[in-house]
């Protein structure tokens, strides 16, 4: 079957199990917020991995999210599938005059300002920063917002600058704590993750992408720890700080 036969067959499958089945039945749209994410999530997951057939299934399970909703909106008469997909094809025509219009750029980061400058305008936004999903993830959303300040200018000259407000950042940090107040060191540790995320945006590092690659790091690390205790008949639990120092520097060479 073609793409299209098959969403169609998606789509009926979904109207079918809004009428028989009694979980499918009984769900809303904030009842399902939480699949939407973890789905989302599942995604990014399997490009991390670059497992190809895994990314073809959740990229299934999100399609899967998308119709579901558009279904129980359709059923409460607040809106259809196909205004769906006719919002984001009118939105991608509207937000890329450089391809079905005559606007001329030079290069993909003026396809990014334009982009952004079409928003602001098309959709009455009062501020450049608006449309930033609050639950994002902290450091990305900071990116996404770092991103949007420096289309303006509203940025550093050079990377040398971030690094001395990193570094000033620290100092305020290593001060609140000496000072012992909790809330001023939450603050400031804010703080130096912001200027941390400035400094990836800088390199045009994604800040989410490597603290995931290494938290995964960590993990494989940590779980190499325990295999090699564990043919000690030994667990973390029971085992000595140097001990467990010794296998983490001898995880980096095989893991």
């Given at each position: ?103 001329q750029v030079k290069d993909a980061e003026e396809v990014k300002e ?8 098309q959709e009455n936004r009062t501020s450049l920063l608006e449309g930033?999903?609050r639950h994002l993830s902290a450091l990305l959303r900071a990116q ?112």
């Amino acid at each position: 079957m073609s793409a299209l036969e098959e969403f169609d067959r998606l789509v009926k499958i979904m109207k079918r199990l809004r009428k028989e089945c009694p979980w499918d039945r009984k769900q809303t749209p904030e009842s399902l917020r939480q699949y939407v994410l973890e789905e989302a999530y599942e995604v990014v997951e399997a490009i991390d991995n670059q497992d190809w057939n895994e990314l073809k299934k959740e990229l299934g399970d999100l399609l899967l999210q998308i119709v579901f909703q558009a279904e129980i909106a359709e059923e409460t008469h607040r809106f259809t599938l196909e205004e769906v997909i006719h919002c984001i094809n009118e939105k991608l025509i509207r937000r890329h005059p450089h391809v079905f219009g005559n606007v001329q750029v030079k290069d993909a980061e003026e396809v990014k300002e334009n982009w952004e400058q079409i928003k602001v305008e098309q959709e009455n936004r009062t501020s450049l920063l608006e449309g930033v999903p609050r639950h994002l993830s902290a450091l990305l959303r900071a990116q996404r917002l770092q991103d949007k300040a420096a289309q303006v200018g509203f940025d550093w000259e050079d990377v040398h600058g971030v690094l001395e407000k990193i570094k000033e950042e620290i100092r305020e940090l290593e001060q609140s704590i000496h000072r012992k107040k909790q809330a001023d060191i939450e603050e400031e540790l804010g703080d130096v993750l912001f200027s941390l995320v400035n400094l990836a945006r800088f390199q045009k590092v994604n800040a989410e992408d490597a603290l995931r690659g290494t938290i995964r790091k960590f993990v494989d690390r940590f779980q190499y720890i325990e295999r090699e205790l564990s043919r000690q008949n030994k667990t973390v639990y029971d085992s000595s700080l140097p001990e467990m120092d010794r296998l983490w520097e001898e995880s980096k060479k095989k893991v």
